[in-house]
């Protein structure tokens, strides 16, 4: 039997790398024609219950300690005036450690044999034959059979329509990801109002996350309650403009962080998929992280799609020649997992009537 992944983020990854280490045959189709194809996204903390324990199976652990950037786990919050109403440093104990994203994907890549992960490989359809096996179709016109099908393939998964009806559907808050390299230099009011951790800037409605990663880079994610549509076909100034227009009045060291990007501003519409998405057994097919349970960054979601391939690894491994078996006993567990960390919605407290003071109660309590 060869395992068939669609979708080479860290949730695929991880499931590649259980696999492998079980010595069981396994391919990746990325659609993105190489690992540097996009910058990955900024600094993921990495937690003792499901990323960690994920990391472990994988056999990365060591790998992924001298990934994690010191300090990183400083968290402040201010107001819209930048006034500091709750600075905690990172105490050195190592609970949540930081790390890069695109370093912890190249970490995996680099633990699987070469020619895993086929790049390139765009998934255009899937079709069910009938007897377990399923019909993969690429993007340049291959086809390609299989007879263990998983879609690790995010938000917009090209294999979940075998499984489930479901879709994702926009929450109403659109992002703005914007990067300040070498802050301390090039940006120092932005970079000391970050801190060396995480800064959240909240207001009702609004606010600004940021990360500082390595080399200085100040990596924010601004949050604006909008209708989706909003800014649909604007350009890069236009968006730069407009949302930082709608932060009139806040103090200039953050509001440069939407205006002093060194990169064109990326807008995100956040979507998820319904709080306890779940789906009946489909014979040699299922679904692993973001394209089973797409919920609002909680901090969990990366989190979780580790954890999942690192259990449908390990279902897998366990039951040779029973893949129904293996694969029913992964997704009762994670239909439950996901449905716990769905229901941990933290925008309530980031941007709620209260805000600022609801995500101090909740770093300081
Ligand atoms: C703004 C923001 C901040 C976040 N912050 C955090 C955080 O701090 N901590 C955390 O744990 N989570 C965070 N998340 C959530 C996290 O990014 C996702 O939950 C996680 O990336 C899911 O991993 P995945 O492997 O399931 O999917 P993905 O990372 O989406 O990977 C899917 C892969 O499939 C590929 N693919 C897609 N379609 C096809 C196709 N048709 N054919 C072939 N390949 C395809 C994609 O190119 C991609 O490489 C955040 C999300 C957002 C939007």
């Not at 120092?188 to 995480?198: I, S």
């Not at 029973?322 to 239909?335: G, I």
């Amino acid at each position: 039997m060869t395992v068939t992944i669609i979708g080479a983020g860290l949730g695929g990854l991880v499931l590649a790398r259980v696999l492998h280490l079980h010595g069981i045959p396994v391919t990746v189709h990325e659609a993105e024609a190489s690992p540097a194809a996009r910058h990955q996204g900024g600094m993921l903390d990495i937690h003792p219950w499901n990323g960690r324990p994920a990391l472990e199976a994988a056999g990365l652990t060591e790998g992924f300690r001298e990934l994690v950037l010191p300090g990183r786990e400083s968290s402040r919050v201010v107001d819209r005036t930048g006034t500091v109403l709750l600075d905690q440093p990172d105490d050195g104990t190592g609970v949540r450690p930081e790390v890069q994203r695109g370093e912890l994907r190249q970490l995996l890549l680099d633990s699987l044999p070469p020619g895993t992960v086929q790049w390139g490989h765009k998934v255009t359809a899937v079709r069910a034959l009938g007897d377990g096996g399923h019909e993969v179709s690429l993007a340049d016109g291959t086809t390609f059979g299989t007879s263990l099908l998983v879609g690790a393939d995010g938000a917009w998964s090209r294999v979940r329509p075998l499984l489930s009806g479901a879709t994702p559907e926009y929450v109403g808050v659109s992002v703005v990801e914007t990067f300040l390299f070498d802050g301390d230099t090039r940006h120092p009011a932005a970079a000391k109002a970050v801190g060396a951790g995480a800064l959240y800037a909240l207001s009702p409605g609004q606010g600004i996350v940021a990360h500082r990663e390595s080399g200085g880079t100040l990596h924010a994610y601004t949050h604006l309650f909008k209708p989706q549509d909003w800014l649909d076909g604007a350009d890069a100034a236009t968006v730069t403009a407009r949302v930082a227009g709608e932060f009139g009045g806040w103090a200039p060291e953050l509001t440069a962080l939407i205006t002093g990007s060194d990169t064109p501003p990326v807008l995100r519409r956040l979507c998820t998929l319904p709080i306890g998405h779940r789906w009946d057994r489909v014979p040699g097919v299922t679904l692993l992280g973001d394209a089973a349970h797409l919920m609002p960054p909680n901090g969990e979601g990366a989190n979780l799609a580790m954890l999942d391939g690192a259990e449908l690894g390990r279902a897998i491994a366990a039951h040779p020649g029973d893949v129904e078996t293996a694969l029913a006993s992964y997704e009762q567990a994670m239909f439950a997992r996901a449905e716990a960390e769905g229901a941990d919605d933290i925008y309530p407290v980031m941007f709620g009537a209260d805000s600022p003071r609801g995500m101090v109660a909740l770093l300081a309590g």
